[in-house]
């Protein structure tokens, strides 16, 4: 009986350890992606205007040690003046005002498996009908393990 208390005990002591792991691998994923719009056709560049109505083709380069996963554009009004931590370049804002029928455009991509490096290119056509003004394009991508990488620009919507 002695033996099999013995053993009643050391079991569950057994189990406990053995599924305890030390994953000290060294293929850690630890790196964020990084965003670029600072080449030849990086779109938009800091205080750019665009004109309602038009087409623009808005594009940066990413990229990631191991594997990117999703990307998303984000373009906002700056009505109110606020900032992104993460924001290239700094513009001369007009006064601050209130939105009567701003310009939102939030879409969510994903992007080819195992791909370490990819060119976000999306076509978007600028509303007649928004108000014009100070607004933000932002960036942001995400790698396959979760880590994400976000940058924004002042740009400005005019007639």
Request: glycine content about 4%; hydrophobic content about 30%.
């Amino acid at each position: 009986m002695k033996i099999k208390l013995k053993y009643f005990f050391f079991l569950p002591l057994l189990t406990i350890i053995s599924s305890c792991s030390s994953d000290d691998s060294s293929d850690k994923d630890e790196e964020k992606p990084t965003i670029s719009i600072n080449y030849t056709q990086g779109f938009p560049q800091p205080c750019v205007q665009l004109v309602k109505g038009e087409t623009y083709s808005f594009r940066a380069q990413v990229t990631d040690n191991k594997a990117l996963a999703s990307y998303s554009l984000d373009v906002h009004n700056n009505f109110d003046h606020h900032t992104h931590d993460d924001q290239e370049g700094e513009c001369n804002l007009e006064p601050i005002k209130q939105a009567i029928n701003p310009f939102i455009y939030m879409e969510n991509y994903t992007i080819p498996e195992g791909s370490t490096s990819y060119e976000i290119n999306v076509s978007l056509t600028i509303p007649d009908d928004i108000d014009t003004g100070d607004y933000h394009c932002a960036y942001s991508v995400t790698d396959q393990t979760g880590w994400q990488s976000r940058t924004s620009i002042d740009i400005k919507i005019v007639d």
